[in-house]
């Protein structure tokens, strides 16, 4: 069982990129997904995540509008599309996968990726 996520890079503001996160091992369904991301010297944040059981999504008000988070069309595959992106939005990027239908809160978490690096810097 296993989460890996990929996409990460170096980016100028107001630039795109888009994420992935494939769970192997996984039943499509059985798990709420999230991203998170931690910043140096500060502590993990939640950013989005989908719903396990009607597939709805969620945000963060700091990253609401500019952040998508969708699931491919294998159901293994987690994505989030990041869009107008800010010096702000520099962080380590994790998804993680939790048994509760949504999962917002590291508590939730039962796994963890391994984090990929987004620089966003002109």
């Known amino acids: 069982v296993q989460l890996q996520a990929s996409g990460g890079g170096l980016v100028q503001p107001g630039g795109s990129l888009r994420l992935s996160c494939a769970a192997s091992?996984?039943?499509?369904?059985?798990?709420?997904i999230g991203w998170f991301r931690q910043a140096p010297g500060k502590e993990r944040e939640w950013v989005g995540s989908?719903?396990?059981?009607?597939?709805?999504?969620y945000y963060a008000d700091s990253v609401k509008g500019r952040f998508t988070v969708s699931r491919g069309n294998a159901k293994n595959t987690v994505y989030l599309q990041m869009n107008n992106l800010k010096p702000e939005d520099t962080a380590v990027y994790y998804c993680a996968a939790g048994l509760d239908p949504v999962v917002v809160h590291p508590s939730q978490i039962g796994m963890w990726g391994q984090g990929t690096l987004v620089t966003v810097s002109s």
């Open positions: 989908i719903s396990r059981s009607d597939g709805s999504t």
């Open positions: 091992g996984l039943r499509s369904g059985s798990y709420g």
